[in-house]
């Protein structure tokens, strides 16, 4: 079965608390990305307790440099944590090395291919030649050699990932927006139904559920979706 990751998407402590209060029921992980974690650092990470939390930090810099930062967070024993695949393999295998350090309790590895907010037209702007897809497979194939455990992407290109990869692959995808919710900047998207359908391990649902009136509500509405 799918499971649901609550993005807590804010700077306030108290308010990441609370919306983790309030969805715990239907959510497995809760997702820390930059916002959080740069207004509050590592003393914001345990003042969730024992909370499951997934560091969505997307590392991406040289492999000396990212191994470090993996072995900086390890204390925190998030469940997951990404990086850049499009930093290399040589990147991806640092970290997977820092990562081990922690034993078996390390956090998954999870290689962002392609941002849900990219489409073709913006990925040539950077100069990467076709599709969004081609593009997620190729850096899927590097990363999971490299040593990664799973991947996050969209789930357009779940079913594709599931073809040509192995299992053991956990594919995280954001860019989730239940029917009717504005796509804002996401381009790539899915309802929560159509991403379980597709083959998804996890969704990352944040703004349909934080800035939902009833966030209890928003969360239990989308878990059951997954079912």
């Given at each position: 079965m799918t499971g649901l990751i609550a993005a807590l998407d804010?700077?306030?402590?108290?308010?990441?608390?609370?919306?983790a209060d309030q969805v715990a029921p239907h959510c497995g992980l809760f997702k820390l990305g930059l916002?959080?974690?740069?207004?509050?650092?590592?003393?914001?990470?345990?003042?969730?307790?024992?909370?499951?939390?997934?560091?969505?930090l997307k590392l991406h810099d040289i492999p000396n440099t990212v191994a470090g930062a993996v072995r900086a967070v390890l204390g925190l024993q998030p469940r997951m944590l990404t990086l850049h695949a499009?930093?290399?393999?040589?990147?991806?295998?640092?970290a997977r090395r820092a990562a081990e350090q922690?034993?078996?309790?390390?956090?998954?590895?999870?290689?962002?291919?392609?941002?849900t907010s990219l489409d073709a037209a913006a990925l040539a702007a950077t100069g990467v030649a076709g599709s969004p897809?081609?593009?997620?497979?190729?850096?899927?194939?590097?990363?999971?050699?490299a040593g990664a455990d799973g991947l996050v992407c969209s789930?357009?290109?779940?079913?594709?990932?599931?073809?040509?990869?192995?299992?053991?692959?956990?594919?995280?995808?954001?860019?989730?927006?239940?029917?009717?919710f504005p796509d804002g900047d996401q381009v790539r998207t899915m309802t929560p139904r159509q991403a379980?359908?597709?083959?998804?391990?996890?969704i990352v649902v944040g703004r349909p559920i934080t800035a939902a009136p009833d966030p209890a509500a928003a969360a239990a509405a989308i878990a059951a979706e997954l079912m």
């Open positions: 804010t700077t306030d402590v108290a308010r990441a608390a609370a919306w916002e959080y974690f740069l207004a509050n650092g590592a003393d914001g990470v345990r003042a969730l307790g024992a909370r499951p939390v997934f560091l969505d499009s930093g290399g393999a040589a990147m991806v295998a640092a922690a034993g078996p309790d390390r956090p998954l590895l999870l290689a962002v291919t392609v941002l897809r081609e593009q997620v497979l190729r850096l899927a194939r590097l990363a999971m050699d789930a357009h290109e779940v079913p594709a990932l599931r073809a040509v990869l192995d299992g053991t692959a956990v594919l995280v995808v954001p860019g989730i927006r239940p029917a009717g379980a359908a597709a083959g998804a391990d996890w």
